[in-house]
């Protein structure tokens, strides 16, 4: 692992937390569609992202896929774990290859154990975490299509370095739960606007104002509350 974290949750960690979780801290690619957790299956790691993005998904017994989250550099995979649990009803996986860094579940139990303030610190990252989760439920209830592929963008676009994002439209719709006709009509509107650059695989954001402008309420509280909870990372 590098002397100085990517992933910003472990940069916001204090030098003495760092060092109980370095040793047990492995370099790994995550490669598009790579599973960091599936659904109802012992979690045997947890993924520090530090680039690219994963996707977690909500899935009903009759494999109805819903996404409902999104994990980047500014987080981690495992939320069950240091909630004192093994598993999850959703899966997660790379939507948008990169790679991190990886810690076994129970070496991050005994570290947090170890460590009061590491322990904290990767609740207050849930806490962010489950603050996205409850307004992509808000946006899916009643947000319209263009608002909630705005926002889903904006997201997107937060966890990347650079303005283009390797998206596709049957991707989208999986994600936002809708059918692939309707996310094509959708990227047409926002790119007549202005707003992206639709093309095969990928996105390219031209107005990130104007973005913020199409998704309107849904956008931004679980942002906010992420640099109200890492002030310094973010």
Same mark, same amino acid.
């Given at each position: ?86 598993? &999850? ?43 996205? &989760? ?101």
């Amino acid at each position: 692992m590098r002397s100085q974290p990517r992933n910003r949750l472990l940069a916001a960690l204090s030098r003495k937390e760092l060092e109980l979780l370095r040793p047990n801290l492995r370099a790994v690619d995550l490669p598009v569609r790579h599973v960091l957790e599936a659904q109802a299956k012992r979690i045997e790691h947890v993924y520090f992202l530090e680039a690219g993005i994963a996707s977690v998904v909500a899935v009903q017994s009759h494999q109805t896929q819903v996404e409902v989250g999104l994990i980047g550099f500014e987080g981690m995979s495992g939320l069950a774990v240091i909630l004192g649990d093994h598993q &999850t009803p959703n899966t997660t996986y790379m939507q948008v290859g990169g790679e991190g860094v990886r810690i076994s579940s129970d070496a991050l139990r005994k570290a947090a154990a170890k460590s009061p303030g590491l322990h904290k610190t990767l609740l207050k990252f849930a806490q962010a975490f489950i603050v996205q &989760t409850s307004h992509t439920a808000i946006a899916n209830a009643h947000a319209r299509l263009e608002e909630r592929l705005a926002r889903w963008i904006l997201m997107a676009h937060d966890r990347v370095v650079n303005a283009t994002i390797p998206l596709t439209h049957e991707f989208l719709s999986l994600m936002l739960g809708v059918r692939r006709a309707g996310v094509t009509e959708t990227l047409q509107t926002l790119s007549k606007q202005g707003l992206i650059k639709p093309s095969r695989g990928e996105i390219t954001v031209l107005d990130r104002q104007g973005l913020e402008l199409s998704a309107g309420d849904s956008y931004g509280v679980p942002e906010a509350e992420y640099r109200r909870l890492f002030p310094r990372s973010a």
